[in-house]
């Protein structure tokens, strides 16, 4: 049974930074992606940022492009998600996920959320960008 729990949210003002954390068990040896979606109150999900595990190779949505770096310390079944130069409107709850990601090769890039029968996530972490 896979598990993802995530650490590392909280309150930062703009401009600041925090490091997300997802400790990860029971993966499927032949997962697709993994990675980090967020949900803002009243929002849709969106896709910010994951890695494939074959290829090893990233992915980031515009939104976050050049201040939010994925990388995974797969011996320590870790995940993390360094965050720079925050801004509110990155307010949101933020999920490790496997297996939900659907990647735009072109721009814009846009990485879709789906619901597959491989699907998980964990509880979430909430982080807070006060103006």
């Known amino acids: 049974q896979v598990q993802l729990v995530e650490s590392g949210g909280g309150l930062v003002q703009a401009g600041g930074s925090l490091r997300l954390s997802c400790e990860a068990s029971?993966?499927?040896?032949?997962?697709?992606?993994i990675g980090w979606f967020r949900q803002a109150p009243g929002k849709e999900r969106e896709g910010i940022s994951c890695?494939?595990?074959?290829?090893?190779?990233?992915h980031y949505a515009d939104s976050v492009q050049g201040r939010f770096t994925i990388s995974q310390d797969k011996a320590k079944n870790m995940l993390y998600l360094q965050m720079n130069d925050l801004k509110p409107e990155d307010t949101a709850i933020y999920y490790c996920a496997v297996d939900v990601f659907s990647v735009k090769l072109t721009p814009p890039y846009v990485i879709g959320v789906h619901t597959t029968p491989t699907s998980s996530w964990g509880q979430g972490t909430q982080v807070t960008v006060s103006s």
């Open positions: 029971g993966l499927s040896p032949n997962y697709y992606a």
């Open positions: 890695i494939s595990r074959r290829e090893g190779r990233t």
